[in-house]
C-alpha cells in the first residue's frame, strides 16, 4: 500500500495535536526492515506524547507508539526476512522516530526482537515496554543477589502496567509482594495477579524520614520522587531497590543514609537503549515466567480508533494494567 493508516502528532503554535491519517509510505524514516504491524500498546509516555503534556515528542511530524508487533514485509538486513514475526519497543520510536501506533513501521533490525516461542503478537503487546521494564527490574534484582529467601517485595504503582507486571513476576519468582496503589477498589485484581498485601500509596508518597522501619528486602518502584525516598528508606539492611518510572516526578528527595548506614543499593533500569542480548533475554524470560492466564487479567483490548482516547485516559489514571491496540481494525 502507498499509504496507510496512523495516528500524526502535529506541532501547532502553542501545542501539539494528534490525529488520524493516511500517512504515505514514502515518508517513512530510513531503516533496513519494513513491518506491517498488527498490534500496539498504550504506555504511559504514549499518552504523554499524544496529550502534548510533556515533550517526549522531539521531532514533528510524529506517529507515536512506543510497542508494536508484527510481520516483516521487506528487509535487507541480514537476521531477518519478510514474513517473521517481530517485535519492537524502545530506541527512540515515538519519539524520535516513527512509531508503531500505525500500519506500517520502517527501523533498523538490530532493534528489532525477534518474536519469542510461546508469544505472539497480541501477547507481546499485552506485555510491552511495561512488562519488559519489570522484567529488566527483576533481572537486575536477581544480578544483585536477591531472593525470596531474603524477604519481601515491594511494588509502586502496582495497578499500573509496570506494577501490574512487576506484581505477577515476583509472585512467580516466590516473594511475598506488597503493592502499593492508590486505588484500593483495585485490591482484588492485584490480589489476582499474586499481591500478598496491598498498601496504600499514601504511606509513601508523603515525605518522610530519612530512614524508617526496614519493611521489604526489595522493591520495583515505577513511581520516583517521595514513593521511591520512602521505599529506599525502609529498604533492609543489604537490600535493593530498581527504579524504572517517573509516575510522581523525577526527584529524589532523600539523603545518603539508606545507602551508608544499610548498604541499600539503587538500581538503575533502562528500557530504551537496553542493549540486544539482555533484551532478548528478557523477552525469552517474560515468555517463559509469565502465566498467560494473568497477562489475560491485566489487558484491556481496544480497537485503533480508540487509541488517541486511551492516551488521555492513561495519563488520569482511569486505565490499570496493559491496554493492547488493535492495528488492522
Keep these: 500500500m502507498s499509504t496507510f493508516k496512523a495516528i500524526r502528532i ?40 499524544i496529550t502534548g503534556k ?10 507515536p507508539g512506543i510497542d508494536s508487533a508484527g510481520i516483516v514485509e521487506a528487509s535487507t538486513h541480514k537476521d531477518f526476512k519478510p514474513g ?20 506500517k513501521l520502517r527501523v533498523k533490525g538490530d532493534w528489532l526482537v525477534p518474536m519469542p516461542k510461546g508469544l505472539d503478537a497480541h ?5 510491552g515496554t511495561a512488562g519488559f521494564t519489570a522484567m ?5 534484582l536477581e544480578r544483585h543477589g536477591m531472593t525470596p529467601a531474603h524477604g519481601s517485595a515491594l511494588v509502586t504503582g502496582a495497578a499500573g502496567g509496570v506494577g501490574s507486571v512487576a506484581t505477577a513476576l515476583l509472585h512467580k519468582a516466590g516473594y511475598h509482594v ?6 484500593p477498589e483495585e485490591s482484588e485484581y492485584l490480589f489476582g495477579l499474586g499481591a500478598d498485601e496491598i498498601l496504600d500509596r499514601a ?53 545518603v543514609a539508606p545507602f ?4 541499600i543499593s539503587l538500581l538503575g533500569i533502562d528500557s530504551v537503549m537496553c542493549p540486544q542480548p539482555l533484551r532478548r533475554a528478557a523477552w525469552q524470560r517474560l515468555a517463559t515466567d509469565l502465566d498467560h492466564d494473568k497477562i489475560a487479567s491485566l489487558t484491556i483490548d481496544i480497537p485503533f480508533s480508540q487509541a488517541i482516547e486511551a492516551g488521555a485516559a492513561i495519563l488520569s489514571g482511569k486505565i490499570r494494567g496493559r491496554v493492547v491496540v488493535k492495528i488492522d481494525e
Aim: net charge negative; with cysteine; proline share 3%.
Design 136 to 140: 529488566l527490574s527483576l533481572l537486575a
Design 54 to 63: 510533556s515533550p517526549v515528542v522531539r521531532r514533528f511530524p510524529m506517529i
Design 260 to 263: 551508608i548506614l544499610r548498604g
Design 203 to 255: 504511606t509513601l508518597s508523603e515525605p518522610g524520614r530519612p530512614l524508617g522501619k526496614e519493611r521489604w528486602a526489595c522493591a520495583i518502584d515505577a513511581v520516583g520522587s517521595h514513593t521511591l525516598a520512602n521505599a529506599l528508606a525502609q529498604t533492609r539492611y543489604g537490600g535493593a531497590v530498581a527504579a524504572c518510572g517517573l509516575a510522581q516526578g523525577m526527584d529524589l528527595p532523600t539523603s
Design 123 to 127: 501477547s507481546a503487546m499485552a506485555i
Design 10 to 49: 502535529d506541532k501547532g503554535e502553542t501545542s501539539s495535536h494528534a490525529s488520524y491519517v493516511d500517512f504515505s509510505e514514502a515518508d517513512l524514516m530510513d531503516g533496513d526492515v519494513t513491518v506491517r504491524v498488527s498490534h500496539s500498546s498504550i504506555n504511559y509516555k504514549d499518552g504523554l506524547a
Design 84 to 103: 517473521d514475526a517481530v517485535l519492537l519497543t524502545g530506541w527512540g520510536v515515538g519519539e524520535t522516530h516513527l512509531g508503531g501506533l500505525a500500519q
Design 178 to 183: 506488597i503493592a502499593s496503589t492508590g486505588r
